[in-house]
């Protein structure tokens, strides 16, 4: 079923480029990247091809760690996001069918909430967004191992729980690890409080600290991902201090309670015309108000409050953001309308327990409610959107068996797989993706069109940084660092917070919290490249201009490139692809390396931003530190003794010439885990200009090396082996003691 649907339902029809361009934008590039780097024998430790530098495992999205997707290493790319994309989906139907026969449901009725859950809005959504898709299939196994965990007390199935943990937080999907985790906690709590979900109890409040040190076990395997990613957090703009409202849920999303109310019923039922968040059909709908009938009543309390957090996600009332602001952890994240999944996952569950109880039902009573229930929900759902109404006929048809009072036997089974046929039929019989995705169609060659020109521009211009000034911004986001070229921007979501309020500042927006505007944290160039802006770009050390051909074709064209030299390249004239393109230079920008013997010291980040903008600032001749610093000097540069004899992703060696004590300034980012050495002793890195690295040089020859050690990794790397071998070990442990008791 699940390969029809894919086949039919996703690939078929996908011949449009939809909205979200986030897969070209951001995934393909960033898993083509880490596994080109994996591949090649080295960790992607650090990537300074973006943004100054940032560290290459700890941009959340890519995954390298996460088991699965060592798949990337084998296959292409775009073959890859295809074929996770298709396991994912799969993985989904498998773990809600396995928590459905957890829940002592019959396998029909498992599939049904299996089918429920992977087809729905929800899930198939996040066919645009890999590291959601890839984290959430993990919920339902948890919440497998915690019922099995309360029914049978076998701590065996905690070491499932931690995993369940531990994978979403590797794939790359931390906003739904913390949902998942939340998640996991509401059950446990409700599983304990009494007598475990339609099961015995042992002892169940002292079943809270094994769940408790199973969930902390889970985080601590995935401590490598985990550490290095909390250490960016808390250097960018997007940190764990709390986002405002207006991040969080951008003005693009309604705050009419009323509106967003109705239509998120709509949405709920209403065939959409590709996946989209809300829809989980009409007929699970009515399954889960069955369910919702003849669920045990814990288990109906887990999913109505799931459905209640998910419903009140996607209205969005400010009441419910302030409040969700003030739960640990929700604060880091946008768009809370992503909750919504766990709607989605009560519903199909409550879907499972319906079709179960409408054809194993334990009385006739409860069968009777259950199938009341439904007809109700089924039909109002008809009424109000008449190309709904042949499932009415349909479903009754399915369910003459139930009508019977068949109990067991050939005729309740036909009744269950006609539900599973209906379910398949209703989720995706109506839609079609019609959005193209990297693997259907080529579509991500793209990416690679002006294949010729990018690597041109990365051999001219050496370690010198280079400024795309995009026109078809969904191809060329991160060409940068598919190409080996340094870019001072990039579309990333935990860009450095000092790079968010230098760009902020280079466009009149002075202030050194970050960009006021409501995408503060992609390092994204917000304005022009005129006036101040341009002297903050010649900071960063960017020589060259590449723009493409619709950005020479505009009246800003002129004074975009006031003040830059048209580098000739008769090579590309030849070149029938890079026609249009046109490549210039800034001949004031600021070398990558260079050094001075002035310092200005104690000066706030806010002045110092205005007299960069105002021109009063000699970057060439002072330099601004934050801590360290010793002041005076005669303000001369010393650029020109000043090379950089070797470049790497986590190693640089520069040598200086210095008349007098100075300091060498490196224009990459200040960030922790770097380490300086100057003639072989450890020197302190100081924070350079807002947003660079340097370091004190005495007067004659110097030779600096930078070295990346990034302690969060490596620390968290040690914690994450520790973690595997103790699991390892207590599973040859348990195997051998119960070998020991069969004999």
């Known amino acids: 079923m699940v390969s029809l649907v894919w086949c039919l339902r996703i690939v078929a029809g996908a011949t449009e480029y939809g909205a979200n361009y986030d897969l070209y934008l951001y995934y393909y590039p960033a898993l083509e990247f880490s596994f080109e780097a994996l591949r090649a024998g080295h960790l992607p430790l650090w990537n300074p091809f973006q943004l100054g530098g940032i560290p290459g495992l700890a941009t959340l999205q890519a995954g390298v760690l996460y088991p699965l997707h060592l798949i990337y290493l084998i296959v292409p790319t775009a073959l890859g996001m295809g074929v996770q994309a298709f396991v994912h989906l799969l993985l989904a139907v498998v773990f809600m069918a396995l928590l459905g026969r957890g829940l002592e449901l019959g396998w029909l009725a498992a599939l049904t909430a299996g089918l429920s859950f992977a087809l729905s809005g929800a899930v198939l959504s996040n066919l645009f967004w890999p590291p959601f898709l890839e984290s959430l299939v993990w919920l339902p196994l948890g919440v497998t191992a915690l019922a099995r965990f309360g029914s049978r007390g076998r701590r065996g199935w905690l070491l499932l729980l931690s995993l369940a943990v531990a994978m979403p937080a590797l794939s790359g999907g931390h906003q739904n690890v913390v949902y998942i985790v939340y998640t996991f906690a509401l059950f446990s709590l409700l599983n304990c409080s009494a007598p475990a979900i339609g099961q015995r109890s042992l002892a169940p409040l002292r079943q809270l600290w094994p769940i408790a040190l199973a969930i902390a076990a889970g985080f601590a395997l995935a401590a490598?991902?985990?550490?290095?990613?909390?250490?960016?957090?808390?250097?960018?703009?997007?940190?764990?201090?709390?986002?405002?409202?207006?991040?969080?849920?951008?003005?693009?999303?309604?705050?009419?309670?009323?509106?967003?109310?109705?239509?998120?019923l709509d949405g709920a039922v209403m065939p959409p015309a590709g996946p989209w968040l809300p829809y989980v059909g009409a007929l699970p709908l009515a399954l889960a108000v069955s369910g919702l009938v003849a669920a045990p009543m814990r288990l109906r309390w887990f999913c109505a409050l799931l459905v209640?957090?998910?419903?009140?996600?996607?209205?969005?009332?400010?009441?419910?953001?302030?409040?969700?602001?003030?739960?640990?952890?929700?604060?880091?994240?946008?768009?809370?309308?992503?909750?919504?999944?766990?709607?989605?996952?009560?519903?199909a569950l409550l879907a499972g327990v319906g079709a179960h109880a409408l054809v194993s039902g334990a009385t006739r009573l409860r069968r009777a409610a259950a199938m009341l229930a439904a007809g109700l929900a089924l039909g109002l759902a008809a009424y109000r959107y008449p190309q709904l109404s042949f499932l009415v006929p349909a479903a009754a048809v399915v369910l003459v068996p139930v009508a019977a009072w068949a109990r067991r036997g050939t005729l309740a089974s036909a009744a269950a797989a006609g539900i599973v046929v209906l379910v398949v039929v209703d989720l995706v019989g109506f839609s079609m993706n019609r959005q193209n995705l990297p693997y259907l169609n080529n579509s991500w060659r793209r990416i690679w069109q002006h294949q010729r020109v990018y690597g041109d521009v990365a051999e001219r211009a050496g370690l010198s940084r280079v400024f795309v000034v995009r026109g078809e911004a969904r191809w060329s986001a991160k060409v940068a660092m598919l190409f080996g070229f340094f870019s001072p921007v990039d579309y990333e979501p935990l860009a450095l917070q000092r790079y968010g309020a230098l760009f902020y500042a280079a466009v009149g927006g002075l202030g050194s919290g970050g960009s006021k505007w409501p995408f503060?944290?992609?390092?994204?160039?917000?304005?022009?490249?005129?006036?101040?802006?341009?002297?903050?770009?010649?900071?960063?050390?960017?020589?060259?201009?590449?723009?493409?051909?619709?950005?020479?074709?505009?009246?800003?064209?002129?004074e975009l490139t006031a003040g830059l030299v048209r580098v000739e390249m008769p090579a590309w004239v030849m070149n029938p692809e890079a026609r249009g393109f046109a490549l210039f230079e800034d001949p004031e920008a600021l070398p990558r390396a260079y050094a001075v013997n002035q310092a200005q010291c104690g000066m706030a980040l806010d002045e110092w931003f205005r007299r960069v903008a105002a021109g009063s600032f000699d970057l060439r001749r002072s330099v601004m530190l934050e801590d360290g610093c010793v002041p005076g000097g005669r303000?001369?540069?010393?650029?020109?003794?000043?090379?950089?004899?070797?470049?790497?992703?986590?190693?640089?060696?520069?040598?200086?010439?210095?008349?007098?004590?100075?300091?060498l300034v490196l224009t990459d980012s200040y960030y922790p885990g770097w380490q300086a050495y100057v003639n072989g002793r450890r020197e302190p890195i100081r924070r350079a200009n807002a947003v660079a690295r340097a370091v004190r040089i005495a007067p004659g020859h110097s030779v600096v090396e930078f070295r990346y050690v990034p302690w969060s990794f490596y620390g968290?790397?040690?914690?994450?082996?520790?973690?595997?071998?103790?699991g390892v070990g207590w599973i040859g442990w348990r195997a051998r003691r119960t070998r020991d008791e069969d004999r």
């Open 224 to 264: 490598a991902q985990l550490l290095p990613t909390l250490e960016l957090a808390q250097q960018s703009a997007r940190s764990t201090a709390s986002l405002p409202l207006y991040q969080i849920n951008p003005p693009f999303n309604p705050l009419d309670t009323a509106k967003t109310t109705a239509a998120l």
């Open 308 to 347: 209640l957090w998910g419903g009140l996600g996607m209205v969005a009332p400010e009441w419910f953001l302030k409040l969700h602001a003030q739960v640990p952890g929700m604060s880091w994240f946008r768009l809370p309308q992503r909750a919504f999944l766990l709607a989605n996952f009560g519903v």
């Open 520 to 558: 503060p944290f992609q390092g994204d160039w917000p304005g022009s490249l005129v006036g101040p802006a341009r002297r903050f770009l010649q900071l960063l050390g960017v020589r060259y201009f590449l723009f493409h051909p619709e950005k020479l074709s505009g009246r800003d064209a002129q």
């Open 635 to 663: 303000g001369r540069s010393a650029e020109r003794e000043v090379v950089i004899e070797a470049y790497g992703d986590t190693f640089v060696r520069i040598t200086a010439e210095m008349e007098e004590a100075g300091y």
């Open 716 to 726: 968290g790397s040690v914690i994450s082996g520790l973690t595997l071998v103790l």
